[in-house]
């Protein structure tokens, strides 16, 4: 029984580490690394900071993208930098009970990007910045 669960299991080592990656360098950017999974049973990359969802670079770090995140624990929606666990803060709230419509179209004024939001149907679309403390949202 021992044998047949070794099987099973790959032994990572640096240079079939490094197979992997010249394979799989197009996907890679300067943060990525190469993991093995047990669950998937096959190798992921982690630490990457090219996300597929990002709306615009984020004006805080220049590495991670800005995008809509919604929390796990309360359900609610805000925008935030895909570098996180990099050490990026950058985070703002939107606006939970509207229709809600991120672009990818930067702010003039502190390159966060635009909302498009609508309380109701009879309401017309409005436009402004995703960033809580940006002066053009006065």
Not at 16 to 21: E, G, I, L
Not at 50 to 71: A, T, Y
Request: aromatic share 10%; proline share 5%.
């Amino acid at each position: 029984m021992a044998k047949d669960m070794q099987r099973h299991f790959v032994k990572t080592t640096k240079s079939r580490t490094a197979v992997f990656k010249k394979e799989i360098v197009q996907y890679l950017d300067g943060n990525g690394y190469l993991s093995w999974s047990a669950k998937s049973k096959k190798y992921m990359i982690l630490g990457t900071n090219s996300p597929k969802d990002g709306l615009v670079p984020c004006p805080s770090c220049k590495i991670g993208e800005l995008m809509v995140i919604r929390s796990p624990t309360t359900r609610k929606r805000f925008m935030g930098c895909s570098n996180y666990y990099g050490g990026c803060k950058a985070s703002s709230p939107l606006l939970q009970r509207a229709r809600l419509r991120a672009t990818k179209t930067p702010c003039m004024e502190c390159g966060w990007p635009e909302v498009i939001f609508r309380y109701s149907r009879k309401q017309k679309w409005s436009r402004q910045c995703s960033n809580f403390t940006c002066k053009s949202r006065d």
